[in-house]
């Protein structure tokens, strides 16, 4: 995946455009809502996602698989962001604690040992009483059941690149542990989960 990416980024440099998905926006003013000061983004790619936080005075912190992505993050959105290079299956990355931590279409690019790996990661850099906002494609998206079958809801659409596809039942199956407090369906490019988990929650 490394090298996926890394090549995506050299020849597509900012390939999703400069305005921030729906989902950013949206998790945007939930944590507004919930007083979140810190926020850690696995994955932060150029940092289309993390301005809608900064700009609400938010300090943001990411990690991506990407030096391009880094680089061009740091182009255009200035160097005084810390982002960690690096794969998300490293977590953690700092000691800090976050108020916030936002994955936005990350989880379903991972295997099973490796998602409850990022969850599980997530939760204990969350402080006590804080947020985590996934994404995760549907199995609504038309490119459900398309590409290579690598196993169940899983398949490969792009060369490298297989893809897991949620529904409500494995959302509660990998996220109940984690504090799982919300489920709603956002429309991006794809039918999209907004998943929320707070820290402190009672677990299932």
Same mark, same amino acid.
Request: net charge negative; with cysteine; glycine share 8%.
């Given at each position: 995946m ?8 050299i020849e597509?440099q900012?390939?999703?455009?400069f ?15 919930k ?9 932060i ?14 300090t ?7 030096e ?17 290079h ?12 976050y ?7 990350l989880?379903?690019l ?6 409850? &790996?990022?969850?599980?990661? @997530?939760y ?8 985590m ?18 196993? &169940?809801? @899983?398949?490969?659409i ?15 199956e990998?996220?109940?542990h ?18 929320? @988990? ?7």
């Amino acid at each position: 995946m490394p090298e996926f990416w890394e090549t995506n980024f050299i020849e597509k440099q900012a390939m999703w455009g400069f305005q921030p998905a729906k989902s950013a926006v949206l998790t945007r003013g939930f944590f507004l809502e919930k007083s979140v000061k810190n926020v850690l983004i696995p994955g932060i790619g150029y940092g289309r996602n993390a301005q809608v936080f900064r700009e609400k005075g938010m300090t943001v912190t990411g990690i991506e698989i990407s030096e391009t992505a880094i680089e061009l993050a740091r182009k255009h959105y200035g160097s005084d962001i810390t982002i960690y290079h690096g794969s998300v299956s490293d977590m953690p990355f700092d000691t800090t604690h976050y108020d916030g931590i936002f994955a936005y279409a990350l989880i379903h690019l991972l295997d099973p040992k490796a998602r409850q &790996k990022l969850i599980q990661d @997530c939760y204990n850099q969350l402080s006590e009483g804080g947020y985590m906002v996934f994404t995760a494609i549907s199995k609504q998206a038309p490119t459900y059941g398309k590409g290579k079958f690598i196993s &169940k809801d @899983c398949y490969e659409i792009h060369d490298g690149l297989p893809m897991f596809f949620y529904d409500t039942e494995s959302i509660e199956e990998e996220f109940g542990h984690a504090g799982l407090v919300e489920i709603t369906e956002v429309q991006e490019n794809f039918p999209f989960f907004l998943i929320k @988990c707070r820290k402190g929650n009672p677990l299932r």
